[in-house]
């Protein structure tokens, strides 16, 4: 059974950064997709990020340039290093792994494993 365990959210001033961690149990996280949703306050789930079992990084316009995900094959961890934060990036993270199609790299619907979430709060 494969379990994600994340950690490093947290409270941060707009403009600081924060880096999440996705520690991966149970498959190796090169044989997934692994992907990173958030939920703000009130609002549905959306995705922000991924890195593709063919070694594509995919953003949003909101996250390209500012968010960045890392792979660390020999700790089985991906990381999402998050810059420039601003209050609307404020959400609960989920990092996710499946092995869907390509064309659905950026769904939550074809996602197998989650894990447990956690809270990134920005303040102004």
């Known amino acids: 059974q494969v379990q994600l365990v994340e950690s490093g959210g947290g409270l941060v001033q707009a403009g600081g950064s924060l880096r999440l961690s996705c520690a991966v149990s149970?498959?190796?996280?090169?044989?997934?997709?692994i992907k990173w949703f958030r939920r703000p306050p009130g609002k549905e789930l959306e995705f922000v990020g991924a890195?593709?079992?063919?070694?594509?990084?995919y953003y949003t316009d909101s996250t390209i340039g500012r968010f960045d995900i890392d792979m660390d094959n020999a700790k089985n961890t991906v990381y999402l290093q998050m810059n420039a934060l601003r209050p609307e990036d404020t959400a609960i993270y989920y990092c996710?792994?499946?092995?869907?199609?390509?064309?659905?790299?950026?769904?939550?619907?074809?996602?197998?494993?989650w894990g447990q979430g956690t809270q990134v709060t920005v303040s102004s």
């Open positions: 149970g498959g190796y996280i090169e044989d997934y997709h």
């Open positions: 996710a792994a499946d092995a869907g199609p390509i064309r659905s790299i950026r769904d939550s619907g074809t996602v197998v494993y």
């Open positions: 890195h593709s079992t063919t070694g594509g990084y």
